[in-house]
């Protein structure tokens, strides 16, 4: 079983690195292209569901990952990664394909920014997104509680850490 899954990683990681390799030219997005063919072994469906004032700012809350204290979904506690390529402050550079496999850390209308955490809206789409000092915040389409982390280190995105 542990064997099928990692082999689903691997897969899922492969994949992001088509999916947010570097830009050949004509491609939009930040050079991501087409979006890759991914069968995650679990993709949110959904934005973390959060009230304003929650007691958990940016729909994220402190768990172990890997044996270090990181940055995890609030309702799901899956991993929240940051991106290397995302250079300025409160901006996204993951769109298109990259989005597939790296969902943004969506935020609501209603929810409000406090302390490190931010809201900013996406240039590509106008959905509002998360950021931990003003680093974008994403999950791994290939995470899964059982299995979370699974992303840090691949093509650029790393775990989220306080």
Not at 33 to 62: F, I, L, R, W
Request: aromatic share 8%; net charge neutral.
């Amino acid at each position: 079983m542990r064997s099928t899954f990692l082999q689903a990683a691997l897969l899922a990681a492969a994949a992001s690195l088509a999916a947010c390799g570097g830009g050949g030219s004509g491609t939009t997005g930040g050079g991501y292209g087409n979006p890759p063919v991914v069968n995650p072994t679990s993709a949110p469906t959904s934005a973390p569901s959060s009230s304003p004032g929650s007691q958990n700012p940016g729909d994220a809350k402190q768990s172990q990952v890997g044996g270090a204290t990181a940055l995890v979904d609030a309702s799901s506690g899956l991993a929240l990664y940051t991106f290397d390529g995302d250079t300025a402050p409160n901006q996204s550079t993951c769109t298109g394909g990259c989005l597939i496999v790296w969902p943004a850390h969506a935020a609501s209308s209603g929810e409000s920014a406090t302390g490190n955490f931010t809201i900013f809206k996406r240039a590509d789409n106008g959905s509002l997104q998360w950021a931990y000092k003003g680093k974008p915040l994403y999950t791994f389409a290939s995470d899964t509680p059982s299995a979370n982390g699974n992303g840090d280190g691949v093509q650029g995105f790393h775990i989220a850490r306080p």
